[in-house]
């Protein structure tokens, strides 16, 4: 296989402008068994401003994939819920 074919098979599921957020969502779906190439990884770690890295899987592992980025999504989203509620009952308590 070419690597024009095998690049016309990718899907972009998430861009990033932070580096790292990058990083975290491709070691989970790593960790999930699914191939993950971020595309713009390293423009981004030099010049952030001006670039976002680009998480890129197969096709056939595009729904898995934004299912899994999804539930992180709504993980972080309660976490930071639950932290600000903590947050907010210490305040009361002083």
Same mark, same amino acid.
């Given at each position: 296989?070419? %690597? /024009?074919?095998?690049? @016309?098979?990718? !899907?972009? $599921?998430?861009?990033? =402008? +932070? =580096?790292?957020?990058?990083? !975290? #969502?491709?070691? *989970?779906?790593?960790? #999930?068994?699914? +191939? $993950? ?5 390293? *423009? %981004?770690?030099? !010049? =952030? $401003?001006?670039?976002? /890295?680009?998480?890129? $899987?197969?096709?056939? @592992? ?8 999804? *539930? ?6 309660? /976490?930071? @819920?639950?932290? +600000? /509620? +903590? ?5 009361? @308590?002083?």
């Amino acid at each position: 296989m070419s %690597n /024009a074919t095998k690049h @016309d098979e990718l !899907v972009t $599921v998430a861009t990033f =402008p +932070e =580096p790292i957020e990058a990083a !975290v #969502a491709r070691s *989970a779906l790593e960790a #999930a068994g699914i +191939e $993950v190439y971020l595309r713009g990884e390293t *423009a %981004n770690s030099m !010049v =952030p $401003v001006a670039f976002t /890295a680009q998480l890129q $899987v197969r096709t056939e @592992d595009e729904q898995a994939a934004r299912q899994l980025l999804d *539930a992180a999504d709504d993980f972080q989203s309660s /976490a930071e @819920d639950l932290s +600000e /509620a +903590e947050s907010g009952d210490a305040s009361k @308590d002083s």
